[in-house]
């Protein structure tokens, strides 16, 4: 069954598996080419007989996730157009294999079971929603390919959950509570914490929690809210107190959603703003409108030409980015963090790919040993900066922006390096 994304206007832009229209082939030019089922005349030109690397790709293209999993898409596509442009890997080209999980755990291990089995995939690289890259993480471990995660924050995959195929090129709650917690110090003493109540808002939620106490400050109060909930009114009317400051950890609609509704309720007014990123993304913005002024939250990435991220490589990314981007937005935002990770999380790929001389499963004993202990470098093909992936839980640190939203977009308070956002292992390789 054809999946019902692939006839949305969004996806008539975007090359991936079985999709070949002269149309596209023209607009995008050779380097688009290697994300295809087929093999047409312009990639047997470039890569001759040359036998494609299939790079799955599970993603949320409907439901709840859906804004922030096309824009996902529109990373890998950039970074896959850039490899094959450039010769491939190991002179083979990228084919780019997508699924839409819908936004349930049960769908998405379902497609990744069909990725491993029907599609027969070299390696991961997706995921978005934390509790499904929970439910998807033995699939990959079963069948022995490298899994790496381009979105998902959840702290367990990385600790508790972790296995020795599951890699994430990008931070995780605690190194962004280490980065941040100083500044919330100063911000207030007292906490309550509103936060999306399934498993990356509960890992973030406790990672904050231990680093406002470790600061000197109190964590009053939490209030969960359920995945997708269009009326937070309930849960946020209940919130009240003396404290000095509301800390929020939700993304997508429910971002848009939480920023309104307490801006609505004079919660706004009452106690400092602060939270997740995931909140404020480019995407968001319009819908906040002026209510999101003053908030201040921590991200890995934000769309901005200051402190480290003012680069000609920034911009570059920015520049190609925002072309893209409006095939799945009219308004044309600029790149989230969720383009700039899976365009990131790709190209990481390709080096060890690259270095471990991978052809195909039966070399995936030398792929993680590639990725393991990885240095990757501010440049092209990584425009965020610097970032170790580290070999004793392949878990990934990088610099960490903490802003503030005013007039639209994003002022830049303090970049923290990324040894300054350690948190030690937590890991055993169960596999």
Not at 184 to 207: C, E, N, P, S, V
């Amino acid at each position: 069954m054809t999946e019902k994304w692939k006839d949305e206007a969004w996806a008539q832009d975007i090359w991936y598996s079985g999709k070949v229209t002269r149309r596209k082939l023209v607009g995008y030019g050779a380097g688009a080419i290697g994300a295809m089922m087929l093999v047409p005349a312009p990639w047997r030109a470039a890569f001759g007989a040359a036998k494609p690397y299939k790079i799955g790709s599970e993603q949320p293209l409907s439901g709840p996730g859906a804004i922030g999993g096309k824009t996902a898409v529109v990373g890998l596509q950039m970074s896959a157009d850039r490899i094959n442009a450039n010769g491939g890997i190991n002179g083979r080209p990228v084919q780019l294999v997508l699924v839409d999980d819908e936004s349930k755990p049960d769908v998405g291990r379902r497609k990744s079971q069909k990725l491993v089995e029907e599609d027969d995939i070299d390696v991961h690289v997706g995921g978005f929603l934390s509790n499904i890259c929970l439910a998807c993480m033995p699939v990959w471990q079963e069948a022995k390919i490298v899994n790496m995660i381009t979105v998902c924050l959840d702290t367990t995959l990385t600790t508790t959950h972790c296995n020795r195929y599951t890699f994430r090129l990008h931070d995780y709650a605690p190194a962004q509570a280490v980065a941040f917690g100083p500044l919330l110090a100063k911000m207030g003493k007292k906490w309550h914490i509103a936060y999306a109540d399934y498993a990356w808002g509960q890992a973030t939620r406790d990672a904050y929690a231990e680093e406002i106490k470790k600061n000197g400050g109190e964590v009053v109060g939490m209030t969960g809210i359920p995945l997708g909930t269009p009326d937070m009114t309930p849960f946020l009317s209940k919130i009240s107190g003396n404290f000095d400051g509301l800390f929020s950890i939700f993304f997508g609609k429910d971002g848009v959603t939480i920023i309104n509704q307490a801006y609505d309720l004079g919660l706004s007014k009452k106690y400092k703003m602060a939270g997740d990123g995931s909140i404020t993304e480019p995407t968001n913005l319009p819908a906040q409108g002026s209510k999101v002024d003053g908030f201040v939250a921590i991200n890995r990435y934000i769309p901005i030409f200051q402190g480290p991220l003012d680069t000609p490589y920034n911009k570059k990314f920015v520049e190609d980015a925002k072309k893209r981007l409006i095939a799945v937005d009219p308004s044309g935002p600029a790149p989230d963090k969720y383009v700039q990770s899976n365009y990131e999380a790709l190209n990481a790929m390709k080096i060890a790919m690259e270095k471990a001389k991978f052809e195909g499963r039966k070399d995936t004993d030398k792929l993680i040993g590639a990725l393991e202990g990885l240095e990757v470098k501010l440049g092209y093909d990584f425009p965020q900066g610097d970032k170790t992936l580290r070999k004793a839980d392949h878990q990934a640190f990088l610099t960490e922006m903490i802003f503030e939203v005013r007039n639209g977009g994003y002022k830049l308070l303090e970049a923290v390096p990324k040894d300054k956002t350690l948190v030690p292992p937590a890991c055993k390789f169960t596999a």
